[in-house]
T-cell receptor
Framework: DAGVIQSPRHEVTEMGQEVTLRCKPI?????LFWYRQTMMRGLELLIY????????DSGMPEDRFSAKMPNASFSTLKIQPSEPRDSAVYFC?????????????FGSGTQLSVL | GESVGLHLPTLSVQEGDNSIINCAYS??????FIWYKQESGKGPQFIID?????DKRQGQRVTVLLNKTVKHLSLQIAATQPGDSAVYFC??????????FGKGNQVVVIP
């Protein structure tokens, strides 16, 4: 298995532009997570899905952020409009989603820079 | 203006020596703990996990110790190698089944 696949690896955009980050979880995994990592805050959970349904989005900073999971093999995180303070590394992770096996497997992340 | 970054606790260890990385967790109700390793430019990678009904678990060159009395978790790396240089995170699960990550510890292996 190729693991969790994220794209793009790097994104540089200007303030106000829309940004879409993409994720393909590991096949067979039922839970998908979006994390943001900064030096100041560390790893923060933004939202997670179970069986394609958003379960908890309390970590989403504000309405500018939205996430979708149209099917079991694809998810997007969108920021519209983007702001400089959104600059961070965004990670997608997936897990089997079963009680007793909560190990998360992370992608390589998307480094986002908003100028 | 430029924001001040968070300085991670750093452990410098000589190659071949053993490393011990410590973590204090917050919730006494947490029942599952994981150690992750993050190398520069990569995502966190699972190392080892432990459940609250255990106090020790061993893997290949790594041992995790859990002290529930003082809510303390540690990761021991035997015979540290240059490839062990990374940031190490402990994570706990409590309540809503979501992993909560600590701030991380930087390990620097000196050849």
């Amino acid at each position: 298995d190729a693991g969790v696949i994220q794209s793009p690896r790097h994104e540089v955009t200007e303030m106000g532009q829309e940004v879409t980050l993409r994720c393909k979880p590991i096949s067979g995994h039922n839970s998908l997570f979006w994390y943001r990592q900064t030096m100041m805050r560390g790893l923060e959970l933004l939202i997670y899905f179970n069986n394609n349904v958003p379960i908890d989005d309390s970590g989403m900073p504000e309405d500018r952020f939205s996430a979708k999971m149209p099917n079991a093999s694809f998810s997007t995180l969108k920021i519209q409009p983007s702001e400089p303070r959104d600059s961070a590394v965004y990670f997608c992770a997936s897990s089997l989603g079963q009680q007793g096996d909560e190990k998360l497997f992370f992608g390589s992340g998307t480094q986002l820079s908003v100028l | 203006g430029e924001s001040v970054g968070l300085h991670l606790p750093t452990l410098s260890v000589q190659e071949g020596d053993n490393s011990i990385i410590n973590c204090a967790y917050s919730n006494s109700a947490s029942d599952y703990f994981i150690w992750y390793k993050q190398e520069s430019g990569k995502g966190p990678q699972f190392i080892i996990d432990i459940r609250s009904n255990m106090d020790k678990r061993q893997g290949q060159r790594v041992t995790v110790l859990l002290n529930k009395t003082v809510k303390h978790l540690s990761l021991q790396i035997a015979a540290t190698q240059p490839g062990d240089s990374a940031v190490y995170f402990c994570a706990e699960i409590h309540g809503n089944n979501r992993l909560a990550f600590g701030k991380g510890n930087q390990v620097v292996v000196i050849p």
